[in-house]
């Protein structure tokens, strides 16, 4: 009927293509965090829509996000197709962009299929998990300094591909102890990302905890480490083909050079590291922390964090926790306390964690941390070699 509705459009040089045009509908992905791989169109009318990983032998978080048109009103049936590989995110619809709400879909031969209502004439997306673009950053970024006297945002240098890192930082003079907190080293992981979002509004509004608590100590935070994977839409790594959470012994990207050089002038400058945190997503919400009896100080300090955020909970939220240590597998956390001698927690939301209660964990962990770090004396975190 319209021969070139059955085209099988490859750009095979490339995990991503712009757009793909069909007689009744166009699909593309020319925008940042926009990310689709290849398209095709059945005989039965079903699009299939290839999801591809920016490299080889990397972590299943096929992450999507493309734009779906047609001249008039229809109902597009798509199906997502991830080749070797699980699908991971359900589908999520916007016709703004900003607004996003999930699709209902099944599956079926290893394909994710639901139906794309389109409006005539005017663009929808279909997405992984509502984005979280660089621009977004940058706006909550303006917005929290805003809002809060003494929070103060720099340049902490530049990604590969040249985009800005920013830190912010809240620090009074006379303290010299620093909470460090860091995000967005997995592109896709948007829960996360809400999470570190969520935890730092906490920290920094108006209450006596918070003024208590930022009179000692200071905060760090690097909200979007990885702007390139970010833009890119990638599943995992850098543009540079590196997970940036196995980098931190080898140090092979600019990213996280930057952070370790900043960790060391706030050390050289006579600051003490004494807790991170770093966001991210996965299947569920869990916590990975360093074993029990790791040489950090104070040794018990995160299970008393996550007692007293379980005791807050009173059973709203599960508190998971996994220990772990390997100190040569380059993760964030371990790069932290075996330099700093100091906890340090990986902070997982699940991918399907509601809205409101990333919120609510998130104010949850953040009070509960912030007095945690206020009832330990400066020299409790000062590691003694046995
Ligand atoms: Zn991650």
Not at 135 to 157: F, H, I, M, N
């Amino acid at each position: 009927m319209y021969p070139n509705r059955f085209l099988l459009l490859l750009l095979v040089f490339s995990s991503s293509v712009w757009a793909c045009d069909f007689e009744q509908v166009q699909f593309a992905s020319d925008f940042p965090t926009g990310r689709l791989s290849q398209c095709e169109a059945t005989p039965q009318g079903r699009y299939l829509l290839t999801l591809k990983p920016e490299d080889k032998d990397i972590n299943p978080s096929p992450w999507y996000h493309f734009s779906v048109y047609a001249e008039k009103q229809s109902t597009i049936p798509v199906a997502l197709v991830v080749k070797g590989y699980a699908p991971r995110y359900m589908p999520k619809y916007s016709t703004d962009g900003n607004s996003w709400q999930a699709l209902p879909f099944d599956t079926n031969n290893g394909q994710v299929q639901f139906n794309v209502p389109v409006p005539a004439g005017k663009k929808v997306y279909i997405a992984a998990q509502p984005p979280i673009t660089n621009a977004d950053y940058k706006a909550w970024t303006q917005s929290l300094t805003k809002a809060t006297p003494g929070l103060e945002v720099s340049l902490l240098g530049q990604s590969k591909q040249g985009r800005d890192i920013l830190v912010l930082t809240k620090q009074q003079p006379d303290n010299h102890e620093w909470l460090v907190i860091l995000g967005r080293q997995h592109p896709p992981e948007i829960t996360g990302a809400q999470a570190l979002m969520d935890f730092s509004e906490r920290m920094l509004e108006d209450s006596a905890l918070t003024k208590q608590f930022l009179d000692r100590f200071n905060v760090l935070w690097i909200p979007n480490i990885n702007p390139d994977g970010v833009a890119a839409g990638n599943w995992r790594h850098t543009t540079d083909s590196q997970d940036l959470n196995r980098d931190w012994v080898k140090f092979s990207q600019p990213e996280s050079r930057l952070v370790r050089d900043k960790l060391k002038s706030i050390s050289a400058a006579g600051g003490k590291i004494a807790f991170a945190l770093d966001f991210h997503s996965t299947y569920y919400d869990v916590f990975y922390t360093m074993p029990d009896g790791y040489s950090i100080a104070p040794v018990a300090f995160t299970e008393q964090w996550l007692n007293d955020l379980q005791a807050y909970t009173n059973g709203m939220f599960k508190v998971s926790v996994k220990p772990g240590s390997n100190p040569d597998n380059g993760v964030f956390k371990q790069f932290i306390a075996d330099t700093y001698k100091v906890p340090s927690v990986t902070y997982e939301m699940g991918d399907n964690t509601p809205r409101e209660k990333i919120r609510y964990i998130a104010g949850a962990a953040a009070q509960t941390l912030m007095r945690s770090l206020l009832s330990y004396t400066p020299d409790e975190y000062d590691y003694k070699e046995q």
